[in-house]
């Protein structure tokens, strides 16, 4: 049996928390592994504020207060994102404008944005699928041109760079997952990076329940009080302490991933020479993480097929994404503009594959095996 992903491990990680626990008797936020975390992130990737935050989920909430969203703004996002990428903004009374993706990454076509832009706009939201960058030099230039603030979904996008710039450090905002799931894990958790000085003393309040607690410990203020809209968005050192077990490992992890990804990548060309099925692609000046890897088989028929024979021989793989425009809450809270003409068929293609920290080379060979006995036998 081959899972599809197991959380990364790297051993550490009860030190640390036993460290917060016995020695730091410290255990909510904001201790000595939350600060070491959002150090670690602002020195490695040169941005000047990261935020530790309960999840992605909630540091893209954060980013839709910070920017003030209001009822009627517009955000303009790919429709083939997770939901979290749009429900911070709906919360908060925005409307969705979803944009066709490219077919070669999966990211929002960034040259169909400038058209669906009105006088409502109020942000664009790009998502580094798989942790490839977007095109980030046109989405900047637009963004600037038009007014509109930049919020990177960089949930998967933990160690990769566009143009040598760590992604969620190119948008005023940029938020990140440490989900189970995702390249390094705290179970649940996210950072909120601001690049965007204007948002920074705010995000402190939003996230310290709307009040000026993080002025009070520092000694700006001789009481704290409520002064904003907030919530707790902040998470637990003994999640922070797991999380830095690992962020101090990232580069031998990232390491493990690309070897992997490299691996299931040479054993597939083949396949792909054959037309079988569509590797991923990595657009030049983008270094990517190995946050996943996929295929693309030839139509929804087929990568249906394709799961259950894999799961008939014991690997787990799973696709994701049905395109929110189609979604029940898509339709009500956000439309679609201009033509779909690669979200819904791409996104029937594509099927992930086993990819983990200390996934076996011996088990990408199996996958890789199975895969070719699908297709050559059939
Ligand atoms: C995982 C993910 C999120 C949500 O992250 P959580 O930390 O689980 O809230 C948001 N956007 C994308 C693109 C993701 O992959």
């Given amino acids: 049996m081959i899972p599809f992903n197991v959380p990364p491990y790297v051993g550490k990680e009860q030190d640390y928390i036993k460290q917060a626990i016995e020695s730091n008797r410290k255990i909510s936020g904001d201790g000595f592994f939350t600060g070491k975390c959002n150090s670690w992130f602002e020195e490695t990737f040169n941005t000047p504020k990261s935020l530790l935050t309960t999840s992605c989920t909630h540091a893209l909430e954060m980013a839709a ?53 009105s006088d409502k706009t109020k942000a664009i939201v790009p998502v580094h699928y798989a942790g490839v960058a977007c095109e980030m030099d046109t989405i900047m230039e637009i963004a600037k041109r038009h007014n509109l603030y930049v919020i990177e979904d960089a949930a998967q996008g933990v160690m990769s760079t566009y143009k040598g710039k760590a992604l969620g450090t190119i948008g005023d905002l940029g938020c990140f997952s440490f989900h189970e799931t995702k390249n390094y894990s705290m179970g649940e958790g996210g950072a909120l990076l601001i690049q965007n000085e204007k948002f920074m003393e705010r995000a402190e309040i939003i996230r310290e329940k709307g009040t000026n607690r993080s002025r009070f410990i520092r000694g700006q203020v001789d009481k704290y009080t409520w002064v904003d809209i907030g919530s707790s968005y902040l998470p637990s050192e003994l999640n922070a302490a797991y999380l830095f077990a690992q962020l ?23 396949l792909e020479k054959e037309g079988y099925v569509r590797l991923p692609v990595v657009p030049e000046m983008c270094e990517h993480n190995a946050h996943m890897f996929y295929i693309k088989c030839r139509d929804l028929n087929e990568r249906t097929a394709l799961i259950e024979y894999l799961k008939e021989k014991g690997v787990q793989t799973v696709f994701h994404y049905i395109p929110l425009h189609t979604a029940e809450a898509g339709l009500k809270y956000g439309e679609f503009y201009g033509e779909n003409i690669h979200t819904t068929i791409e996104s029937e293609r594509l099927l992930r594959l086993p990819l983990f920290y200390g996934l076996e080379e011996a088990h990408i060979l199996s996958v890789v095996d199975l895969l070719k006995s699908f297709y050559f036998k059939r």
Avoid: C, H
């Fill in 65 to 117: 207060i910070l920017i003030d969203t209001q009822p009627g703004d517009e955000i303009i996002v790919p429709s083939y994102t997770f939901v979290s990428t749009v429900n911070a903004f709906v919360l908060r009374g925005a409307k969705i404008i979803f944009v066709d993706v490219r077919p070669d990454t999966m990211n929002i076509d960034e040259t169909l944005i400038e058209a669906a832009i």
């Fill in 248 to 270: 101090e490992e990232a580069d031998m992890i990232n390491n493990q991933r690309l070897n992997s990804w490299d691996l299931y990548y040479s054993a597939l060309m083949g």
